[in-house]
């Protein structure tokens, strides 16, 4: 079982930036993969971004290609992202996940933090 921690969330102004992390312990899958996905209030989980362990190919959601950046810390087994340029719209749960994926399908992730909140102003 994989253990994900977040942290880095919280209050922003629209247009300003915050990082997330996300450390991973405990077993890991083949194919590994990380990602991050995020939930408003009375909305669906909606996928916004993933990374490959083995070669860091990166996938992202339309919404937020340009503005956010996942990456990946081999060595602290932690993952981040980073997000500019953000929204009020964007203000959600984001969640951490991880997975066996190789073609960074939602479907993959199966392991799941448990959140932390990102709010944006107006």
């Known amino acids: 079982q994989v253990q994900l921690v977040e942290s880095g969330g919280g209050l922003v102004q629209a247009g300003g930036s915050l990082r997330l992390s996300c450390a991973a312990s405990?077993?890991?899958?083949?194919?590994?993969?990380m990602g991050w996905f995020r939930q408003a209030p009375g909305k669906e989980r909606e996928f916004v971004a993933a990374?490959?362990?083995?070669?860091?190919?990166?996938k992202y959601a339309d919404s937020v290609k340009g503005r956010f950046t996942i990456s990946r810390d081999n060595a602290k087994n932690t993952v981040y992202l980073e997000m500019n340029s953000l929204k009020p719209e964007e203000t959600a749960v984001y969640y951490c996940?991880?997975?066996?994926?190789?073609?960074?399908?939602?479907?993959?992730?199966?392991?799941w933090g448990q959140g932390t909140q990102v709010t944006v102003s107006s």
């Open positions: 405990g077993r890991t899958f083949s194919n590994y993969a």
């Open positions: 990374i490959r362990w083995s070669d860091g190919r990166t």
């Open positions: 996940a991880a997975g066996s994926s190789y073609f960074l399908l939602r479907t993959d992730f199966t392991s």
